[in-house]
């Protein structure tokens, strides 16, 4: 059958990415209510457990296995998905919003001349059985719920952390079906030299959960060291400013914020910085936010949930062995 | 070598945005500046017509009068040429559309590099410039830290940012490129830069100009439809936690884990 719901399948270190666990949950609701089948998508060199891994989720796994996929490569990647996709014409085509997807699926849209709906903070099913996706304008500013009415696929690329991630119940089995990876070698342009990415014990800060950031109230890159002490009791990931960054003391990277990277996670700590626009349009919906600033008047306690005016320096080493005792107990 | 640069003139993040009281459209404070990472994008191919020593970059932009500003910062900061798509056909429009009538534009012209923006500070979709990529049917590199050119092999080197590292890409011209924090640092434009830009011709180009027909561009072309704007929902306003620090987190410690149910 053609014309289901489909999520591509990102995966990382030998891992699906949460995010794509998170969306072929969504899918499963879609392709329900729509009556349609869910099938992730799944590009790689050696990827026969990821696949199997993915029938617990969806009803059909489409599998490019092949050395050539071994590093993303958009200009093979893309001839790949959109044969496919021009050929199935899937109804609705999901992917987190990661550098990856954002990279690709707008070529995508263009192959298939339809929208793209980037960067959504929810999905749902309008009366007409349209995929109606919500999204942030102007830095969060506004909100706009946005649909493709005209084009298939309808496509959209949603914010990690947006939905829960569905538990592999067991008993769906979907199906393995292995893709000829044929393509076009005049239309492969790129050449991917190389990837340096270094063994991260933490998960990146668009996926982390929980999220300590620091600002310039840390006063040097060696204090640091403190918020990766209340990110180890925490699982979190380690954020910083743009101000931290611009001052040489964290790699750009780890910036948070609308010319750095955009989280969404369940909790936030925003220690020692300002409260900047450019800052919150990149963390703004952090489901509950904690500020630690010493002046009362700082623009972050708008945008918080629970605000401590003090010290960092003496606040958060006490934060960091309550919640070891706290946590410790479970 | 020929440089497109593709520019945005977006509304400044401390402008004030509401909503219309139908909810059909916003309304933006008049305080506009260039996408941040245009300027980025503008300083790349400066630096790389520098290098190569010979070449003319081009600045490009669809939208309206406000847009000339744009084009001017970039005249200013040394490009050679502004080109402006502008047309009431256009209004209304998506990243499809804008995309189409870019590369429509680009096609005419002779080029060996384009150079945009990771994404625009309003829409952030982040999706014009794959779309123009795909509309010309080059290559394109997105979130681009670094750049070589080797104008020789007609080729480029580029570093682009992954999460949790970087990729070293390789292709032949020509290629677009989007633009990312930390390629470098802008320049300020120079008060002669100025002067110039004021007095600079503005190119403009209209729907007949591309050859374009009406459907394929403004709200008749789009693919994407705004169905309602709103303000997002509101944050519970602030509980501050005062007191001695030891009190203070442990009420913290409590909160999180009673209230919020975040730990
Ligand atoms: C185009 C553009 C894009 C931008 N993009 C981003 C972005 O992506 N991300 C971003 O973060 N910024 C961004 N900015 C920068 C932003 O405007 C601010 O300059 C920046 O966020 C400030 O960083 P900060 O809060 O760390 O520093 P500051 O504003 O200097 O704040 C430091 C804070 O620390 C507090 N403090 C000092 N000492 C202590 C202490 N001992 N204990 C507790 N509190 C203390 C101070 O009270 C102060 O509030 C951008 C700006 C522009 C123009
Ligand atoms: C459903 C929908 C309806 C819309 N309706 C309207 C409308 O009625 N009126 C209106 O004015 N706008 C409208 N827009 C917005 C407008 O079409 C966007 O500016 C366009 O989609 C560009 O997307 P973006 O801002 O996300 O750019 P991004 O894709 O984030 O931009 C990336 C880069 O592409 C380049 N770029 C982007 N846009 C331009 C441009 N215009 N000129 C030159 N270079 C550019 C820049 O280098 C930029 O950094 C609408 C958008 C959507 C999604």
């Known amino acids: 059958m053609s014309g289901g719901v489909w999520v591509f399948a990102e995966h990382q270190d030998g891992r699906i990415r949460k995010v794509a666990l998170e969306l072929l949950g969504k899918g499963r609701e879609l392709a329900e209510k729509l009556g349609l089948e869910l099938a992730a998508l799944l590009f790689g060199s050696g990827v026969d457990g990821l696949a199997k891994e993915l029938t617990l989720y969806a009803d059909k796994v489409y599998q490019w296995d092949d050395p050539l996929l071994e590093k993303y490569n958009c200009d093979v990647y893309l001839q790949l998905l959109s044969d496919l996709a021009v050929k199935e014409t899937p109804q609705i085509l999901l992917a987190g919003a990661t550098v990856l997807a954002k990279d690709l699926f707008p070529r995508v849209a263009g192959r298939l001349s339809t929208g793209i709906a980037m960067d959504c903070l929810d999905l749902e099913l309008g009366d007409d059985a349209l995929m109606i996706a919500r999204k942030p304008f102007f830095g969060g500013k506004v909100w706009a719920d946005v649909a493709c009415r005209e084009g298939r696929s309808q496509i959209a690329l949603v914010r990690p952390n947006t939905f829960p991630v569905p538990t592999a119940s067991g008993d769906i089995t979907g199906e393995v079906l292995k893709q000829a990876v044929e393509v076009d070698p005049t239309q492969v342009r790129l050449e991917v030299l190389e990837i340096v990415r270094a063994a991260k014990e933490r998960l990146d800060l668009t996926e982390a959960e929980v999220i300590v950031t620091g600002g310039r109230g840390m006063k040097g890159p060696e204090n640091f060291q403190l918020l990766e002490e209340l990110a180890d009791c925490l699982g979190a990931t380690v954020g910083a400013t743009r101000a931290v960054v611009d001052s040489g003391w964290k790699p750009h990277d780890d910036q948070v914020g609308k010319s750095g990277k955009t989280v969404s996670p369940k909790l936030y700590f925003a220690i020692g910085l300002s409260g900047a626009i450019q800052h919150i349009m990149g963390m703004d919906t952090s489901k509950v936010v904690v500020a630690i600033n010493k002046d009362p008047r700082a623009s972050i306690f708008q945008y918080a949930d629970y605000g401590i005016v003090g010290d960092l320096f003496e606040i958060v080493p006490l934060l960091t062995s309550e919640l070891k005792k706290e946590l410790g107990k479970r | ?263």
Do not use: W
Request: net charge negative.
């Open chain 2, 1 to 263: 070598m020929n440089i497109v640069v593709l520019v945005k003139q977006v509304p400044d993040s401390e402008a004030m945005v509401q909503l219309k009281a139908d909810r059909s459209a916003v309304e933006v404070e008049d305080k506009y500046t260039l996408n941040f990472f245009d300027s980025l994008a503008m300083e790349e191919a400066l630096r790389i017509k520098e290098q190569v020593g010979a070449g003319k970059v081009t600045v490009i932009s669809l939208g309206t009068q406000k847009s000339v500003e744009a084009l001017r910062t970039g005249v200013a900061m040394g490009a050679d040429e502004a080109v402006l798509l502008e047309d009431p056909a256009f209004e209304g429009g998506d990243e499809y559309t804008t995309a189409k009538a870019l590369a429509q534009a680009i096609k005419e012209m002779k080029y060996d590099l384009v150079f945009c923006g990771r994404e625009a500070f309003d829409d952030s979709s982040g999706a014009v410039g794959p779309l123009v990529a795909e509309f010309l049917g080059i290559p394109h590199i997105t979130v681009v830290v670094k750049v070589q050119v080797s104008p020789e092999e007609r080729a480029v080197v580029v570093e682009r940012e992954i999460e949790g590292g970087k990729e070293v890409i390789r292709t032949p011209l020509p290629v677009l490129i989007s633009a990312q924090k930390g390629l470098n640092e802008p320049r300020v434009p120079p008060v002669i830069g100025v002067m110039k830009a004021m007095r600079a011709e503005i190119k403009r180009l209209n729907l007949d100009a591309l050859g374009l027909s009406p459907d394929e561009v403004g709200r008749a072309g789009a693919k994407e439809e705004v169905l309602r704007y709103y303000r997002p929902p509101e944050r519970p306003s602030v509980t501050m936690l005062e007191g001695e620090a030891p009190d203070v987190v442990r009420e913290l410690v409590e909160l999180l884990k009673e209230e919020a149910k975040a730990i």
